[in-house]
């Protein structure tokens, strides 16, 4: 029961973080309908730029700052040079032109970071864990992620549909043109909105390095879980993504936790084994899968 | 226009050999191979993506699935019990029509679920399925898992030795030839112009009374088998089969080369597949930051050159 309910928490705080990662990308993909690879890249520019600020001045909150900084000023960068020529091309572009700059980015950390991968240790004030009943223990590391999701939940909800700035980017995502003549420059709206996007990518990198190994490659691995997430939510819609977020979240620790024992009761532990191995890292594939059976669009996709 | 640009390219791929050995370049013929298996995967792949206007981004499973039928079958041969009472085999004749079958079964269960949507989630589900295969691959611990599966030898072909570099580029080649002959075929039958009535309209298509579904997912299992078939020349080729032929990346490799090369035009990919390796090549050989260059390169592609390297030329063009 307690092994239970700790999965659960590791669960939400994957979850969290997935979630910090799909918003951006399913708001990016909503409103402008770019398909965007790199948002894993912006992850890892946030991860590094913040390890290596916590490194230098030892300072937790340095490293935030920095690693919201980084990941969000590549993200301007890249759209005023690159994405904004792609928003009315197809899909296929939009892939290519984000792929070669994945290979940038990895090659270029690679250069600048170099390649020993920076550790950082969980900052002291986030440091230990608290007893939650029942003899539970939990690291305040991985309460504060979930505590930062939910912030970050909260914090978008409020901003999409209690702002101006939230309608503008709703009514964007309904009809470019309309809002273009009301007297918005929706070019500016669109570099803000994907520069948005990158700052809540450097914000879950940065929560993630104590936890998670910063190395080149975390980004791409990263990447496809947040597609399945947005897939399974509803591409296009933020409710959507917090579903996907925790669903996947918990399946995945869920079927780390307990999927290696279940087979042992059928199959003798070699084969065990080797097939909980394969089944944990495909099970939310398998997941999407059945999600998409059932219903193509996602669990909550976007109206229109 | 096409017909001569084949002709001109076939002329090329046949005497590319010769010329390289009288030039005495002893990685040429290395070169050329793997360029030739690289077009074959991008022809295949240009059949869904060109044709069927479906960006499908987990074809490398396809790539991996031959290349492992065919090291799983060598494999049982020497150093393995029998699978399932299978003995295993060495033979081309046997083994490359079974793993183009297997693609051809995979492609058909990944084509009916992903074929259910379109555009981005298309996109997705593909990535997504071309992942569940490398975790499997991952998985299979009695074939490598993590570092793959070694060949001893190439497979066997009555009169052939595929052991020779040579040889083993002759046969590609000819694959290459023969698959590109057959899709371009294809591509001018009702069957593609359906395909391509699809990709122009799809309403209008089912207006006139046709059934979207199975034509793309005939397209789609086709286009499977054809990267299969690269997959298997690779295995060949390397004489090594690593989980690495599924990953994502890889997908992304044969997209970049059907960009490249002219989206919807069977014969620019080759083109682009020639240029990508060659780049490969060159850029590795200059630095080891070479991915600094080709990213970059990438995006120019994509984001100045609509038609491709041939795409002008053949006047076939997407979107």
Redesign the interface.
């Given at each position: 029961m307690l092994l239970i309910f700790e999965q659960l928490l590791n669960g939400l705080q994957y979850g969290a973080m997935l979630f910090m990662l799909a918003a951006g990308l399913t708001l990016i993909f909503g409103i402008m309908g770019v398909i965007n690879l790199m948002h894993g890249s912006f992850y890892m520019v946030g991860a590094y730029c913040g390890a290596f600020a916590i490194i230098q001045t030892g300072s937790f909150l340095a490293g935030v700052l920095c690693a919201l900084l980084g990941a969000g000023l590549y993200g301007l960068l890249v759209e005023v040079t690159i994405i904004r020529k792609l928003y009315q091309r197809d899909h296929l572009y939009q892939v290519l032109a984000t792929f070669g700059m994945i290979l940038f980015t990895n090659q270029a950390m690679t250069l600048i970071f170099g390649r020993t991968p920076p550790m950082v240790e969980i900052p002291a004030i986030l440091s230990g864990s608290v007893p939650l009943g029942g003899g539970l223990e939990y690291p305040i590391m991985r309460l504060a992620l979930i505590v930062v999701g939910a912030v970050v939940a909260v914090g978008l909800w409020y901003l999409v549909t209690r702002t101006r700035v939230g309608m503008l980017v709703r009514a964007g995502a309904d009809d470019r043109e309309m809002v273009d003549a009301l007297g918005i420059d929706i070019r500016k709206l669109y570099t803000a909105v994907f520069g948005f996007g990158a700052v809540l990518c450097g914000l879950a990198g940065v929560m993630a390095a104590p936890l998670l190994a910063v190395e080149i490659g975390m980004g791409e691995r990263i990447l496809i879980t947040t597609f399945v997430v947005i897939v399974i939510g509803g591409v296009g819609s933020v409710r959507g993504a917090l579903v996907g977020a925790l669903l996947v979240g918990m399946v995945d620790s869920m079927g780390r936790a307990f999927l290696p024992q279940l087979l042992q009761l059928v199959f003798t532990p070699t084969i065990a084994d080797a097939l909980g191995a394969g089944l944990v890292s495909a099970s939310i594939y398998v997941l999407m899968a059945i999600v998409l059976i059932v219903r193509p669009k996602g669990l909550l996709p976007a109206r229109g | 226009m096409r017909q001569r640009i084949a002709f001109g390219g076939l002329f090329l791929l046949l005497v590319a050999v010769p010329i390289a050995q009288w030039l005495n370049y002893p990685f040429a013929v290395s070169f050329l191979t793997r360029f030739a298996i690289y077009a074959l995967a991008a022809v295949s792949l240009d059949l869904v993506?060109g044709y069927g206007a479906l960006?499908s981004?987990g074809h490398a499973m396809f790539f991996a699935l031959g290349g492992y039928v065919v090291g799983i079958s060598a494999f049982h041969v020497t150093d393995a019990e029998p699978l399932f009472g299978w003995l295993g085999s060495n033979s081309a004749l046997i083994v490359w029509p079974i793993a183009m079958l297997a693609c051809g079964v995979l492609g058909a269960l990944v084509g009916m679920?992903a074929l259910?949507?379109s555009?981005?989630?298309f996109?997705?589900?593909t990535?997504?399925?071309g992942?569940?295969v490398y975790?499997?691959l991952?998985?299979?611990?009695?074939y490598g898992g993590d570092d793959g599966l070694l060949m001893k030898r190439p497979n066997t072909i009555p009169g052939l030795n595929l052991a020779n570099p040579t040889v083993m580029y002759y046969v590609c080649v000819t694959a290459l030839v023969v698959w590109t002959a057959f899709c371009m075929r294809l591509v001018d039958s009702h069957f593609g112009m359906v395909l391509r009535a699809l990709r122009q309209s799809e309403r209008r298509a089912i207006n006139l009374g046709v059934a979207p579904h199975s034509h793309r997912l005939l397209a789609f299992i086709i286009s499977a088998m054809g990267t299969g078939l690269a997959g298997v020349l690779w295995a060949n080729y390397a004489l090594l089969v690593t989980p690495d032929m599924a990953s994502?990346?890889k997908s992304?490799e044969f997209?970049?080369v059907v960009?490249l090369g002219g989206?919807g035009t069977l014969l620019g990919p080759i083109a682009g597949a020639l240029v990508f390796t060659g780049l490969e090549g060159v850029m590795s050989a200059l630095t080891e930051?070479w991915?600094?260059f080709?990213?970059?390169?990438?995006?120019l592609?994509?984001?100045y050159g609509?038609s491709g390297l041939l795409g002008a030329l053949l006047k076939e063009r997407?979107?």
């Open positions: - | 993506l960006v981004f679920l259910r949507t555009g981005v989630q996109i997705m589900i990535l997504a399925f992942q569940m975790f499997l991952v998985s299979l611990q009695a994502w990346a992304g997209m970049a960009i989206v930051h991915m600094l080709v990213g970059p390169i990438l995006v592609v994509a984001v609509r997407h979107v």
